[in-house]
């Protein structure tokens, strides 16, 4: 059985930073990629951020380029997400996934097969 387990997030205000991480363990599997997703309250799960294990090759949505950074650490086995000037809006739930095939689009939730159970981001005004 593979788990992914968030850890990191927390309440912050407007303007902050902060990283949260995500570990994988259990059953060994073959990384495609890794991303982050989000959702908000009322709103449906979005795609934030992706880098493709082989090269690290990054995704962005167009709301949080420039602000969030991902990284990965292949010997951890751990990826990360750096979030820098944080809105309001950014509050949600972030869910980290794992994709072990090439889907049709990396900014897609139906590309990943593994998910973690999320970590609350609560951004202040």
């Known amino acids: 059985q593979v788990q992914l387990v968030e850890s990191g997030g927390g309440l912050v205000q407007a303007g902050d930073s902060l990283r949260v991480s995500c570990s994988t363990s259990?059953?060994?599997?073959?990384?495609?990629?890794m991303g982050w997703f989000r959702q908000a309250p009322g709103k449906e799960r979005e795609f934030v951020a992706a880098?493709?294990?082989?090269?690290?090759?990054?995704w962005y949505a167009d709301s949080v380029k420039g602000r969030f950074t991902i990284s990965r650490d292949n010997s951890k086995s751990t990826v990360y997400l750096q979030m820098n000037s944080l809105k309001p809006e950014d509050t949600a739930v972030y869910y980290c996934?794992?994709?072990?095939?090439?889907?049709?689009?990396?900014?897609?939730?139906?590309?990943?097969?593994?998910w973690g159970q999320g970590t609350q981001v609560t951004v202040s005004t």
């Open positions: 996934a794992a994709s072990t095939r090439q889907g049709i689009s990396i900014r897609f939730a139906e590309t990943y097969d593994y």
């Open positions: 259990g059953r060994p599997f073959s990384t495609y990629a």
């Open positions: 880098i493709r294990w082989s090269d690290g090759i990054k």
